[in-house]
């Protein structure tokens, strides 16, 4: 199955920019539609961004539109957020995941997870 290794998070002062990479092995990645979530202390996970097998087509919630982007390598088994324009509530582990599926938005959709990485945006 796929392995998950998320890196890049780290702390930054509000309207700052981080950018986080996945590193995926163990598959071909090409066959995986690849989304980013996360999750805040008492609250569910949620999809921030998802893109479709060959990286042609994106998805993003609302609440990151137009801040974030989401991309992948497929020749280096690498995918990317970058986020820009951090707000406080951004604060969240952010978590890489994999599909079967040619596209997935949903949590439902997805059966291959990294560890996650923190991200903490300050005032």
């Known amino acids: 199955q796929m392995q998950l290794v998320e890196s890049g998070g780290g702390s930054v002062q509000a309207g700052g920019s981080l950018r986080l990479s996945c590193a995926a092995s163990?598959?071909?990645?090409?066959?995986?539609?690849m989304g980013w979530f996360r999750q805040s202390p008492g609250k569910e996970r949620e999809i921030v961004a998802a893109?479709?097998?060959?990286?042609?087509?994106?998805y993003y919630s609302d609440s990151v539109k137009g801040r974030f982007t989401i991309s992948r390598d497929n020749a280096k088994n690498m995918l990317y957020l970058q986020m820009n324009s951090l707000k406080l509530e951004d604060t969240a582990v952010y978590y890489c995941?994999?599909?079967?599926?040619?596209?997935?938005?949903?949590?439902?959709?997805?059966?291959?997870w990294g560890q996650g990485t923190q991200v903490t945006v300050s005032s």
């Open positions: 163990g598959r071909t990645v090409s066959n995986y539609g």
């Open positions: 893109v479709n097998r060959v990286g042609g087509g994106a």
């Open positions: 995941a994999a599909s079967p599926l040619y596209v997935a938005t949903v949590k439902a959709g997805y059966t291959n």
